[in-house]
């Protein structure tokens, strides 16, 4: 595992690396999964405006250029959350060939 990622994460949580790997936990507990849904959410949003850009350039409503940085926008977020995906059935999959 990265030492320096977790510490990223943590900083980012507003824990101090120097603290732990183990991240501020919000009071309701569900950190990780808003993370992940606020994600998702953001993704879905990018990509819903790409496609309205698109259908207006497509009527002449919008720019080209306007298009094509939303649509850049929304492959660039795809691409994160599809290494994110990635690296979680990854570590998944490590946890399993674990012994016991």
């Known amino acids: 595992m990265d ?4 510490r990223a994460y943590a900083a ?3 824990a101090s690396p ?6 501020a936990q919000p009071a309701d507990g569900a950190g990780f999964e ?7 959410g953001s993704v879905e949003q990018t990509i819903g405006t790409a496609e309205t850009l698109t259908a207006q350039a497509a009527t002449g409503q919008a720019e080209l250029v306007d298009v094509v940085t939303a649509v850049a926008a929304a492959e660039v977020q795809l691409e994160t959350v599809v290494a994110v995906r ?7 999959q490590d946890i399993l060939r674990m012994p016991i």
Do not use: E, F, S, W
């Not at 030492?3 to 977790?6: G, R, V």
């Open 18 to 23: 120097a603290a732990g790997v183990t991240p």
């Open 12 to 14: 980012a949580q507003g």
């Open 86 to 92: 990635d690296q979680v059935i990854r570590a998944y």
């Open 3 to 6: 030492l320096a990622a977790l």
């Open 34 to 40: 808003a993370m992940v849904k606020d994600a998702i």
